[in-house]
């Protein structure tokens, strides 16, 4: 049966990534589409839970960047799958890449819940560069949402871990993050030396040129254009490093600012038509308007209105489409985020009905252990008291080969041992009526407990199981055959009482001759109803009619009675 249930979620896990794939190709590089399904190939002939977890990682860590969407639904079928065979280190890493994915979605909320949980189970796991990479995300959610405070103390409880893994990157990116965002507070001077000590880590040249781009933001700021130029030509000396074609872009962008402030007009337009040619050329919208819009005021400086104006058009014209591309891509967004919400309350809904199955499972194991064990223990008495019975004929059969003074020592013998056999009998049928009593109070009271489920259950097929559930519990409760069984044994061990009960009151019926017993021995209304499967009214208009037929009066007690009744014998007869 497991291995059956193994092989059905495999293939279907298996569907639903073949699906991804197809629903979702365009736009994302051949090179990613290509270890896609390498990726996948892989999956599906691996035998392995764990390398199944590691390859939905791979595949959501290297298709987010393009596509959000399948990103996530790769995430969330590893840490699925990391639930299921209860990996720790799959699904600290799982919930800790979906809190990533969610922040780039602009998610930012469930962003830190995905971050929080990834820390409690990085308790477990003890990964150092997990807890550098979740703190600094925690930290970039809250710069996001202006939270700056409790942005920098992430950022810092990020830095430490960073120190001990020796990685001078991640500590020179926590640098640049706090620079950046003191920059951001106009906090220049604090900014600068977070920027500073980024350079001092950096071993890569094109983080260097970007921390450096940076401070060139702030000396522009600050209108210190030497130390901007002396920055601006230690890029350009590195100018073949700039490979990333947007630094490259911002660069040339620098520098016309800078001699743009410093009057010098034509090298300003210079630079500034450079970064506007490059950014046409590589789709870099931002500073394409950027461009445009400098360009246009530096001619407006010269006098050339003509030459602004048309700058000026272009730059309304590339603004509008920025704004259209804005506004398709926070549709694209929040159609995304409307999904993602859907597939949460799904997620959720699908918990709350299992969770309802499990109970429902356990509520009818515990009535199907109950009537098992109570038939189990009736089954029990019943095989005692018959191994008891035949004990007793066959010391009936013994005493009556003795001789006659042998005999009368014996019977005045056996007559206490019968006396002593009575009570402990009396006993015994006690505890049955009491055992009875007690089963039919707990089904009765898990009965209420089904019906109270039922009220709250939607699902029509869940109602349904339920009542046919309730309906054997009151069938249960009928305890039929443990009553039978109880009048048996209480009217075989005082047939002598109701012999003489019969003689003197022939017109009683054979349940008033019962009620009668059952008052002899003590019972009360309410254990004489359950026993007799009627209700206590019942019980009391019983009593009411049997006391008529008895001529009794009101201040007569009925047991006192019957005592009185069986008084004229020494013990009552025993089978």
């Known amino acids: 049966m497991n291995t059956l249930f193994s092989t059905f979620y495999r293939l279907t896990l298996f569907l639903c990534l073949v699906q991804t794939v197809f629903c979702s190709a365009q736009d994302i590089p051949e090179a990613i589409l290509k270890m896609e399904d390498s990726l996948l190939n892989k999956f599906a002939i691996s035998k392995n839970d764990t390398t199944k977890i590691d390859e939905l990682y791979h595949l959501s860590r290297n298709i987010f960047d393009y596509d959000l969407k399948k990103g996530m639904k790769y995430i969330n079928q590893s840490i699925q799958l990391a639930e299921r065979i209860d990996d720790a280190y799959g699904k600290m890493a799982g919930h800790q890449l979906k809190g990533i994915i969610l922040y780039y979605m602009s998610r930012h909320d469930l962003s830190q819940e995905e971050l929080f949980l990834a820390i409690k189970l990085n308790e477990e796991v003890q990964s150092k560069r997990s807890y550098a990479s979740i703190y600094n995300y925690i930290g970039m959610n809250y710069s996001k949402i202006e939270e700056i405070d409790k942005s920098k103390t992430y950022y810092e409880k990020s830095l430490p871990y960073y120190k001990m893994l020796n990685d001078s990157s991640g500590i020179g990116n926590i640098y640049n993050n706090l620079g950046y965002m003191l920059f951001k507070r106009d906090k220049y001077e604090e900014a600068s030396d977070y920027l500073h000590k980024a350079i001092s880590y ?239 109070e707990l089904l009765t009271q898990i009965s209420k407990k089904i019906k109270l489920t039922t009220s709250k259950l939607e699902k029509e097929e869940n109602i349904k199981k339920i009542k046919e559930l309730d309906s054997f519990v009151k069938q249960t409760m009928n305890l039929e055959k443990s009553r039978k069984e109880f009048y048996g044994n209480i009217t075989e061990l005082h047939k002598t009482f109701l012999f003489d009960l019969n003689s003197k009151f022939p017109n009683l019926s054979s349940k008033e001759k019962e009620l009668a017993l059952m008052l002899r021995l003590g019972y009360s209304s309410k254990d004489i109803s359950i026993l007799s499967n009627i209700s206590p009214s019942s019980v009391d208009m019983a009593r009411y009619r049997l006391r008529k037929k008895l001529n009794l009066s009101s201040d007569k007690k009925l047991q006192d009675f019957f005592d009185s009744l069986s008084n004229t014998h020494a013990c009552t007869d025993v089978a």
Do not use: P
């Open 202 to 440: 950096y071993k890569d040249t094109s983080y260097i040129i970007n921390s450096n781009i940076n401070l060139i933001h702030i000396d522009l700021k600050k209108e210190q254009y030497g130390q901007a130029y002396d920055k601006l030509t230690y890029i350009k000396s590195l100018e073949s490093s700039l490979h990333d074609f947007l630094d490259k872009a911002e660069f040339y962008y620098l520098f016309g600012l800078y001699y743009m402030d410093t009057r010098n007009y034509e090298n300003a337009i210079s630079y500034l038509q450079k970064s506007l040619e490059l950014s046409k050329e590589r789709g870099i919208s931002d500073f394409v308007k950027l461009s445009l819009e400098k360009l246009s005021e530096i001619y407006s400086f010269k006098k050339d209105y003509k030459k602004s104006l048309e700058l000026f058009k272009k730059y309304a014209q590339v603004n509008d489409s920025i704004s259209d591309q804005q506004t398709k891509k926070q549709i694209a967004q929040l159609e995304l985020n409307h999904e993602y919400d859907n597939n949460l309350v799904q997620i959720k809904h699908e918990q709350q009905e299992k969770k309802m199955w499990y109970l429902i499972f356990g509520l009818s194991l515990f009535v199907v252990c109950i009537v098992l064990g109570t038939l189990y223990w009736l089954q029990k008495k019943r095989i005692k008291i018959t191994k008891e019975k035949h004990v007793l004929i066959q010391k009936n059969l013994k005493n009556k080969l003795q001789d006659s003074t042998s005999e009368k020592l014996k019977l005045k013998y056996e007559l206490n041992s019968k006396k002593k056999e009575l009570v402990f009998k009396n006993n015994e049928l006690l505890n049955s009526a009491l055992e009875i009593i007690k089963n039919h």
